[in-house]
């Protein structure tokens, strides 16, 4: 690992510099200015994602809006995930690389733009719309093969490896391109995505695996998933302005605008509070190897998250009179995403310590709880805001039961895995 440098120009300017691989141990090593600039790109993909998931969804076109969503929140992560872990191992922030990541930018811009095209072909059962959201990905991708190839140019040492996530990323390109050109059904596009992400992720299997790897940083790449796992969430506070502002418009400032923010901040905030029980950093630093299941199994995490916000969203329109769905459906349009974003962290808790906790089957219980109350109290015909309010304590049960008891446990579990032989 002493090998791996990163040599900093000490005038302030961004002068052209070797890619030789950041080092993996290297101390406070945090988010850069240029990353968090590249993240905004994904606030406005994220956006228009979930906007165009509560529309299908307060219209009650549930599959077209599911299947949509799915495909487009996976196409926004897979895109985030490939530019972090390089710039987690190579970023040498000269200006090379500051003008490849401009282009990668507005690969994203364009792969959003193309996002309500692809939803509305969904719903109106034609054959899938994918052409622009594909032209975004494939400026961002060719950007990608530049950066790696020039990695492999510089950094020896790595370079099998570096050239493997070259290799499998251009292979992909072609097939990717076909879907720009050729218009197939939804069926067939679904198993074209299939395959060429199964051929992309072989490429980082091979070379983390079989090939040495990538210089990438545990503790910068966890920060950089919170960071987004944060961007994800602001679409929960994007949802409670929706539902705040549609009892104003509808009711002026009563009781249910105090109730509907509460709920709305309440639910974002915990869901962001229980993130931070997972212990990535420490166990990615200490098995390098379960960054795999761990990095890829954060897509549903996000996608759960922008989707919790879509849910908000429709029950501003439910407030509004403007949803075609029943108010049980709107709850549970918050309460599954919100659902599934509880029990993904557990499992990806149990995952990266390797051992389950009495504790937090007592939690999940409870969560589940919390839950069917909220959509048995729509059941009951109580108003949309007193059901939000319910569904707001779903994560408090987990960040009570850690604050009194969970921590310890954690430490415990944390001490244990770490003291286990690689």
């Known amino acids: 690992m002493s090998e791996t440098t990163q040599p900093k120009p000490q005038s302030g300017a961004h002068h052209l510099s070797r890619m030789s691989g950041r080092d993996p141990h ?3 090593r945090a988010a850069t200015p240029l990353e968090l600039l590249f993240d905004l790109t994904f606030v406005i993909a994220f956006s228009l994602a979930a906007a165009q998931l509560a529309h299908l969804l307060a219209e009650g076109h549930f599959k077209a809006g599911l299947i949509g969503f799915g495909f487009a929140s996976f196409a926004i992560c897979w895109a985030w995930v490939n530019f972090s872990w390089f710039a987690s191992a190579y970023d040498t922030d000269d200006w090379v690389f500051r003008c490849v990541t401009m282009v990668q930018m507005a690969g994203v811009l364009i792969l959003a733009i193309g996002l309500p095209p692809m939803f509305e072909s969904i719903d109106k059962g034609e054959h899938l ?20 190839l020039r990695a492999a140019r510089q950094d020896p040492l790595r370079r099998k490896a570096c050239t493997t996530y070259a290799t499998a990323v251009s292979i992909a390109q072609v097939g990717w391109i076909i879907l720009i050109f050729i218009d197939f059904s939804l069926l067939v596009t679904l198993a074209f995505v299939v395959v060429l992400t199964a051929v992309e992720m072989t490429g980082p299997v091979i070379a983390e695996s079989l090939q040495g790897g990538t210089p990438w940083h545990a503790h910068h790449i966890a920060e950089r998933y919170s960071l987004l796992a944060i961007i994800a969430l602001g679409e929960g506070v994007v949802g409670t302005v929706a539902s705040v502002t549609a009892v104003v418009e509808g009711h002026g400032w009563n009781l249910d605008v105090a109730l509907v923010c509460i709920a ?16 990535s950093a420490e166990i990615l630093h200490r098995f390098r190897e379960r960054c795999f299941v761990w990095g890829y199994g954060h897509i549903p995490i ?11 969203h429709v029950a501003a329109y439910y407030i509004e009179h403007k949803a075609h769905i029943s108010s049980v459906a709107t709850v549970v349009t918050v309460a599954l995403p919100a659902a599934t974003y509880i029990a993904l962290i557990y499992v990806m808790y149990a995952y990266l310590l390797r051992r389950a906790d009495r504790l937090h089957i007592w939690l999940l219980a409870g969560t589940a709880f919390v839950l069917a109350a909220s959509v048995a109290a729509a059941m009951a015909g ?7 309010i319910i569904l707001m304590l779903a994560p408090v049960v987990t960040i009570v ?5 969970g921590h310890r446990h954690r430490a415990r579990a944390l001490e244990h895995a770490l003291g286990e032989k690689q």
Do not use: D, K
Request: charged share 5%.
């Open 401 to 405: 039961g850690y604050e009194v008891a």
């Open 129 to 148: 719309n994918t052409a622009i959201m594909v032209l975004g990905y494939v400026v961002m991708r060719v950007a990608m093969v530049f950066q790696w």
């Open 264 to 279: 709305g901040t309440g639910l974002t905030f915990g869901m962001w509070w229980i993130y931070f029980m997972l212990p």
């Open 382 to 388: 109580i108003p949309m805001a007193v059901c939000l």
């Open 26 to 28: 290297e101390g406070h």
């Open 302 to 312: 996000f996608a759960a998250i922008v989707a919790t916000g879509a849910g908000l």
